[in-house]
Each structure stands twice: as C-alpha cells, then as structure tokens.
C-alpha cells in the first residue's frame, strides 16, 4: 500500500475513520496520506448568501485541519498531505483518488447532515459505488 485517501467531513463518524486511518500508517511505513475535505455548494443557498456560506465552510476546513494536525500530523507530519476541493462529494473523492492513484479510499460511514446519518451515508454509499478501488467505510 503506497498511497491512501481518507475524505472528512469533520463529522464523529470521520473522526472514528481518522482513527482507522492511523492503524494503516503504523501498519505500511511507506505509505503516503491525502486527507481530503468536499466543500459542496449544492448543500447551500449558496447564490443568495455566498459570503456567510464561504466563512462557514473556511471555518469547518479549518476545524478539519487542525482535527488532523492533531490526530495525524505528529507522528507522520512528512507523510499527511491536506487537501481541500469544490465540487460534487462522491465525485470529487473518486476523481482524487484516481489522481493521486490511491490504493485505498477511507470514508466514515454517514456524515455532518440530518439525511446522511442513515443506515449508510449518502456520501459513503456513491464511493462504495463509483469508486474503481477499494473502499472503507468506518463506523
């Protein structure tokens, strides 16, 4: 395993996965980390409020990434890579994970939204499906 992509929300199920994510670093020395973050617009009456909504999602990314400076960047700070993107959820994670040419995409089971705490999140479930590699999904 060389390369892992773990996409948050910031949500306790990411946290949990983030966890996961630390057993598979101690377990391939060698491999490198993208923690990925979705800004989704669509979630957003984005036209009518734009201002509040970019300080609110800057604030959350920064959350996120303190989040895993904590939990991550001490032991393999040269190894934990944070990116941010716009864009669809599902489809920005395949795209990235395709781009970094990850071996793994590690997701929490649901997510931050009302709809997205089902059985399995919106998000997780169109991973599982789209993705042309392998997907873990954690509670």
């Not at 997205?116 to 998000?123: E, I, N």
């Amino acid at each position: 395993m060389k390369t892992i992509l773990f996409a948050t929300d910031g949500s306790e199920s990411s946290k949990h996965a983030g966890e996961m994510v630390k057993e598979y670093l101690k377990a391939w020395p060698e491999a490198e980390l993208f923690v990925l973050y979705v800004t989704v617009k669509e979630n957003y009456a984005y036209d009518l409020v734009s201002d509040a909504v970019d300080h609110h999602e800057n604030k959350i990314k920064k959350e996120i990434k303190q989040t895993i400076e904590k939990q991550l960047y001490s032991e393999w700070e040269n190894r934990v890579h944070f990116i941010h993107e716009v864009g669809h959820a599902s489809t920005t994670i395949c795209n990235v994970a395709k781009e970094k040419n990850a071996d793994l995409i590690v997701v929490g089971s649901h997510g931050r939204g009302f709809i997205d705490r089902a059985l399995l999140g919106s998000v997780a479930h169109a991973v599982l499906n789209r993705a042309e590699l392998p997907v873990l999904v954690v509670r």
